[in-house]
């Protein structure tokens, strides 16, 4: 199986269910963003972080890629069984930021990007991640979204800005407060 196929050569992709469509089109640029986070999350467990982190990292993944999968197809044409999202993988994600939490300060300023290269991953990912959101969001406006994709990736945004906190904290990386010129 050749991994070129040319038939998108003109600006031209297919969805689940055959549907031609422009490669600006939402529904591509919805599921090509959470592709983009997917990278992220990968580089991020790539990282010296905890071994827990990475595999819940990588449940991530793979439910990124069944977000993927969910808005790559066509809501009336396709026919192919879709992996289905839970409302378990949301609560998986509030019960790991629970656990995080129990262990950081509590959180009195906002807190801008960075401080190591891992905590600023985290915050790359995070904005990807809001960015998935919006265009899911505006998707769903104009097409079916199941609509557990969108609060999915609500509570990841979320969760990858407690896991950059979660991951300073352990390498004793004091964070970033803003305080702001008044």
């Known amino acids: 199986m050749k991994i070129y196929t040319k038939t998108g050569d003109k600006g031209l992709t297919s969805l689940i269910g055959g549907t031609r469509v422009p490669k600006y089109h939402l ?3 919805s599921y090509g963003t959470v592709d983009e986070l997917n990278s992220y999350i990968g580089l991020i467990r790539d990282q010296n972080i905890a071994e827990h982190d990475k595999e819940i ?4 993944q793979d439910r990124l890629f069944t977000i993927g999968s969910s808005l790559a197809a066509d809501p009336e044409r ?4 879709i992996p289905d999202l839970y409302m378990t993988d949301v609560e998986l994600l509030e019960q790991e930021m629970d ?3 129990e262990q950081l300060p509590e959180l009195r300023h906002f807190i801008l990007p960075g401080g190591s290269n891992t905590i600023s991953f985290c915050h790359i ?4 991640c809001r ?3 919006r265009i899911t969001v505006q998707l769903a406006g104009e097409s079916i979204v199941d609509e557990k994709v969108n609060i999915y990736l609500n509570r990841l945004s979320d969760y990858l800005f407690t896991l950059g906190r979660k991951i300073g904290n352990e390498h004793n990386v004091p964070e970033n407060q803003w305080v702001p010129r008044i």
């Open 125 to 128: 990912a995070r904005c990807i």
């Open 99 to 101: 656990l995080m939490n």
């Open 131 to 133: 960015r998935a959101e």
């Open 57 to 60: 990292l990588k449940q991530i």
């Open 78 to 81: 396709s026919k192919m069984v």
């Open 27 to 29: 529904r591509i640029e």
